[in-house]
């Protein structure tokens, strides 16, 4: 790639869902369109919140921007810190309907694809890097059953024949989401917008990961 066309880095985020009016994913995702990180343009897309339709448009996505590597991003309200992902499950199981109004029970993202998948960021780095800029971040051992990880696994299944790495991040709420959930955490969507384009430098600077311990006991 030259100067002028650099590769290409994918960043997604997730349409409104669950009643709320907006989503820090996708709010934090696009302050970053067409930014520069290691030598990589950014180009953002956004995703609906449905199973089967979000896959759909995120494989249109790898085929159109055909990038070096990707990353999905996806609220987690309740959660404090930015959350790597580990591992992504084979499995759809939805609380609650998603917005077509699907809402499926303990069937498979991929019929007859592996039990999961490992992310394929260097999220212990990534981790450390966060930490080191002041923001709150943890690795996550679960994505949910959700459309997230129906997102994350799907992405890695079509990544895994590729030499393109990627991962999913959950971020918590925007403050202007918690002042509607009394008590719950939140993270201003321009730090997460900041943790983002850090995650991303270190994933596209870092060959081989941290060993650090970020594990949990339940």
Known sequence: MSATN????????????GGETVNPSWQAVRMLHGRK??????V??????????????????????????VLCVGQAGGRASMSLERVAINVDD???????GARPIDTEVVAGGPAAYFTGLPIKAMLAAL???????EVSQTAGTYVCNHV??????????????????HIPYSPEQ?????????????????????????????????????????
């Open 6 to 17: 650099p590769p290409v880095v994918l960043l997604t985020g997730f349409a409104p869902f």
């Open 37 to 42: 990180v290691a030598g990589h343009r950014i």
């Open 44 to 69: 953002t897309r956004q995703l609906p919140v449905e199973f089967g339709a979000s896959l759909k448009e995120l494989r249109a996505a790898i085929r159109e921007t055909k990038p070096s590597l």
């Open 94 to 100: 939805a609380r609650i309907p998603d917005n077509a």
């Open 131 to 137: 930490h080191e800029a002041g923001i709150p971040a």
């Open 152 to 169: 994350f696994y799907g992405l890695m299944h079509a990544l895994r024949n590729r030499k393109v790495r990627g991962g999913f991040v």
């Open 178 to 218: 918690a002042a509607h959930h009394p008590g719950a955490p939140s993270l201003p969507v321009e730090t997460v917008s900041d943790g983002l384009r850090i995650v991303l430098r270190v994933a596209l600077e870092t060959g081989e990961d941290r060993k650090l311990a970020a594990g949990a006991e339940h």
